[in-house]
T-cell receptor, first 116, second 115 residues
Framework: KQEVTQIPAALSVPEGENLVLNCSFT??????LQWFRQDPGKGLTSLLL?????REQTSGRLNVSLDKSSGRSTLYNAASQPGDSATYLC???????????????FGKGMKLTVNP | KAGVTQTPRYLIKTRGQQVTLSCSPI?????VSWYQQTPGQGLQFLFE???????NKGNFPGRFSGRQFSNSRSEMNVSTLELGDSALYLC??????????????FGPGTRLTVL
């Protein structure tokens, strides 16, 4: 059974600090990994999707790396801002998607607070 | 392009009642998935529909059911509500071409409170 872990559960940093958010998963047979942001009481906003064949993906100030064999992904956020405060979740889809299946297995998330 | 929409946004029900939630996917998206989010359990997969067929199902009791219409809109139903069903219910849509999973986009959710 796939399990996704995000440690720590919460993080508080000063504005301008570079952030590294970690995600680990137990079964390396994934198809892709997706990072989301969730603001309080709201839905999830997709940040980045990285395919299992990729090692790195970038979008704006965000960079995601994936090491499938060791079951790890890192979300790197350069020069954090107070507006980056939110809960960040990572999720994986299974590798055996012959015929398709979009089921995501989520970590519990990491609550980030960026202090001005 | 409009995002994923969910109605209603908020619901208050009492134990024993039933409820129907609705989700309209992004235009052109054929897969719709439903998730339950609670503070204790986090996000848990309920089920996924593709071309009006349930393609995958999570570990929830039979009180939770869903369906998808020919226009890809989806509904989920919870019968005989229990206090523990209080949660944020999220719907996600994706293109889902044949083979492989694709980027998923979530709606704002429906906040269900069971009294």
């Amino acid at each position: 059974k796939q399990e996704v872990t995000q440690i720590p559960a919460a993080l508080s940093v000063p504005e301008g600090e570079n952030l590294v958010l970690n995600c680990s998963f137990t079964d390396s047979a994934i198809y892709n990994l997706q990072w989301f942001r969730q603001d309080p009481g709201k839905g999830l906003t997709s940040l980045l999707l990285i395919q299992s064949s990729q090692r790195e993906q970038t979008s704006g100030r965000l960079n995601v790396s994936l090491d499938k064999s060791s079951g790890r992904s890192t979300l790197y956020n350069a020069a954090s801002q107070p507006g980056d405060s939110a809960t960040y979740l990572c999720a994986v889809t299974r590798g055996d998607t012959q015929g398709g299946s979009e089921k995501l297995v989520f970590g519990k998330g990491m609550k980030l607070t960026v202090n001005p | 392009k409009a995002g994923v929409t969910q109605t209603p946004r908020y619901l208050i029900k009492t134990r024993g009642q039933q409820v129907t939630l609705s989700c309209s996917p992004i235009s052109g998206h054929r897969s719709v998935s439903w998730y339950q989010q609670t503070p204790g359990q986090g996000l848990q997969f309920l089920f996924e529909y593709f071309s009006e067929t349930q393609r995958n199902k999570g570990n929830f009791p039979g009180r939770f059911s869903g369906r998808q219409f020919s226009n890809s809109r989806s509904e989920m139903n919870v019968s005989t509500l229990e206090l523990g069903d209080s949660a944020l219910y999220l719907c996600a849509s994706s293109l889902s071409p044949s083979g492989g999973a694709t980027e998923q986009f979530f709606g704002p959710g429906t906040r269900l409170t069971v009294l």
